[in-house]
């Protein structure tokens, strides 16, 4: 059988929730281009708004969503433990796609609008938090990498949909129709059904019916996941290894009665700095600046119409799903971590700067012969931004917060992170419309000095993890030794089945990541 065949109903289960990531993707894409639209301020009374009232609508357009991604990771941790990832796929699908139901509904409400973004939002959350641990589990270690790395692919493929989304609707629809708002809204509804019905497909993780006692389950989970003999010996080898996992992480979860005990450990809470801190960083530089109102950007920065506005934002995403591939297929074997922060922090920051000088020059007043070739140069700098982004801080602040942490409280610490990520991004969107409102060009220099703080940081307080195996090696980076000699032995044993579990790749395995868009 080759290789493709026997891993056809892997893909198959991957791809399924990789549609998490397509939500997340197009409903970060789309937004920026339809509250620009003439139809959408028109059906929902902005148009006559002033310019500060327009932002503080907008802002909160935008933020309800954020708010509900963030609640949407505690909200899916329960399930995930108590009821399995498979439900918790269901439940993100069904979170998602009302949502999208409630911001169809013509009532010419903007609360009602802003309660489906909520309600679409909690369903993004949960699944930031869910898919990527299912995908790891389910796949091989020679696949493992891969995969997560399309997690961030199929992301950036979303948004770059939902930027052209817009575009068309502007292009091709009457700024008088409700359509032109409503079509790429209801775009939101195929990867949400596609979803929900992928998931009555799907297994259970294998690792999750192990956990929980499932034996026979697991198997069979399994056995249709690899498409190998029910009991052939790599089956085998790898369910044994699953269950020696599954033991030993939760002997040690009985050695920890609560996360907070283990927060005394000063290696856990150097971890949970680094972790925190990058996502932190991660929306500090101001990558979600551009995601959100990547149009208003560009008209700041000399495009006026609405038109060629969202076209740039077409070509942004465009730009971003470059270097997603980019660092999937070359970066992320080329150099360390470390390597891509710091370059990419530093680019970021020359970029920011260069936005500055070049909208300072444009604003009234200012005195320039060809302001096209300034609102160009503008532009460049905001694709030079998202490809520098796209390679370091981007996909290696997931994939660091995905490792460093100890596997038993592994979804405790992830969990942290992630809401850190998504409260930072509420932040973000809720400050943004106002910066560039009230600071101009200024706004480029906050993000600029946020650029400079993260490369000083980063070459200060953050290791580098590219090629320290995970157990006993990561432990020792960050300065852990096992307290008695039993505690040893029992991460002595999850190490032993880490290593059999990736003895083919054991690098490329262990990137578990989701991604940004």
């Known amino acids: 059988m080759s290789t493709t065949n026997s891993h056809r109903n892997l893909y198959l289960a991957a791809s399924v929730a990789c549609m998490t990531a397509a939500l997340f993707g197009y409903s970060v894409g789309f937004i920026g281009g339809i509250i620009v639209l003439p139809s959408f301020l028109e059906h929902f009374g902005l148009d006559s708004l002033s310019p500060g009232n327009l932002a503080s609508a907008t802002s909160g357009t935008v933020t309800t969503w954020l708010v509900g991604a963030l609640l949407g990771v505690p909200l899916g941790m329960p399930v995930c433990s108590r009821l399995g990832k498979r439900p918790c796929l269901t439940l993100c699908a069904v979170l998602y796609t009302l949502g999208a139901v409630l911001q169809l509904l013509d009532k010419q409400s903007l609360l009602l609008f802003d309660v489906g973004r909520f309600t679409n939002g909690l369903g993004v959350g949960a699944g930031t938090l869910v898919s990527p641990m299912y995908i790891a589990e389910i796949a091989t270690p020679e696949t493992r990498g891969m995969l997560l790395s399309g997690y961030q692919t199929v992301l950036q493929i979303g948004a770059l949909i939902g930027f052209w989304a817009a575009f068309a609707a502007h292009a091709y629809l009457e700024d008088s129709s409700s359509l032109q708002w409503q079509i790429p809204v209801s775009v939101q509804l195929i990867p949400g059904i596609?979803?929900?019905?992928?998931?009555?497909?799907?297994?259970?993780?294998?690792?999750?019916?192990?956990?929980?006692?499932?034996?026979?389950?697991?198997?069979?989970?399994?056995?249709?996941?690899?498409?190998?003999?029910?009991?052939?010996?790599e089956l085998e080898r790898e369910f044994r290894a699953i269950q020696r996992v599954g033991l030993a992480t939760a002997t040690l979860q009985e050695r920890r009665p609560s996360f907070w005990s283990v927060m005394n450990e000063k290696s856990l809470r150097k971890r949970l700095a680094v972790g925190v801190g990058l996502m932190v960083a991660q929306n500090m530089v101001g990558l979600n600046a551009l995601n959100y109102y990547a149009p208003?950007?560009?008209?700041?920065?000399?495009?006026?119409?609405?038109?060629?506005?969202?076209?740039?934002?077409?070509?942004?995403?465009?730009?971003?799903?470059?270097?997603?591939?980019?660092?999937?297929?070359?970066?992320?074997?080329?150099?360390g971590n470390r390597f891509w922060l710091k370059s990419g922090s530093a680019i970021c920051g020359a970029a920011m700067?260069?936005?500055?000088?070049?909208?300072?020059?444009?604003?009234?007043?200012?005195?320039?012969?060809?302001?096209?070739?300034?609102?160009?140069?503008?532009?460049?700098?905001?694709?030079?931004?998202?490809?520098?982004?796209?390679?370091?801080?981007?996909?290696?602040?997931?994939?660091?917060?995905?490792?460093?942490?100890?596997a038993h409280i592994k979804a405790q610490c992830c969990a942290i992170t992630t809401c850190t990520q998504w409260l930072f991004q509420i932040v973000i969107a809720g400050i943004t419309p106002h910066l560039l409102e009230s600071f101009g060009w200024g706004m480029y220099l906050i993000y600029a000095i946020f650029c400079a703080v993260t490369l000083v940081w980063v070459s200060l307080f953050v290791p580098e993890t590219q090629g320290v195996a995970l157990g006993s090696d990561m432990d020792r980076l960050f300065g852990f030794e096992p307290k008695d000699s039993q505690q040893s032995a029992i991460e002595?044993?999850?190490?032993?089945?880490?290593?059999?579990?990736?003895?083919?790749?054991?690098?490329?395995?262990?990137?578990?990541s989701v991604g940004h868009v």
């Open 194 to 233: 596609c979803l929900l019905v992928g998931t009555l497909l799907l297994p259970e993780s294998p690792c999750q019916l192990a956990a929980q006692g499932n034996i026979d389950a697991a198997r069979s989970a399994l056995h249709w996941l690899r498409r190998s003999p029910a009991h052939g010996e």
């Open 353 to 406: 700067v260069s936005l500055a000088l070049v909208r300072n020059s444009t604003d009234p007043g200012m005195s320039h012969d060809n302001p096209n070739v300034y609102g160009w140069v503008a532009t460049s700098m905001v694709y030079v931004f998202a490809f520098a982004f796209g390679i370091s801080l981007g996909p290696i602040s997931w994939n660091v917060c995905s490792e460093i942490f100890p």
């Open 296 to 335: 208003k950007v560009f008209m700041s920065a000399g495009f006026t119409s609405v038109s060629s506005s969202l076209f740039l934002t077409g070509l942004f995403g465009l730009v971003k799903v470059v270097s997603a591939l980019s660092f999937m297929f070359t970066f992320v074997g080329m150099k």
């Open 492 to 512: 002595a044993d999850v190490d032993e089945t880490t290593a059999l579990l990736y003895r083919n790749n054991p690098i490329r395995a262990r990137r578990d």
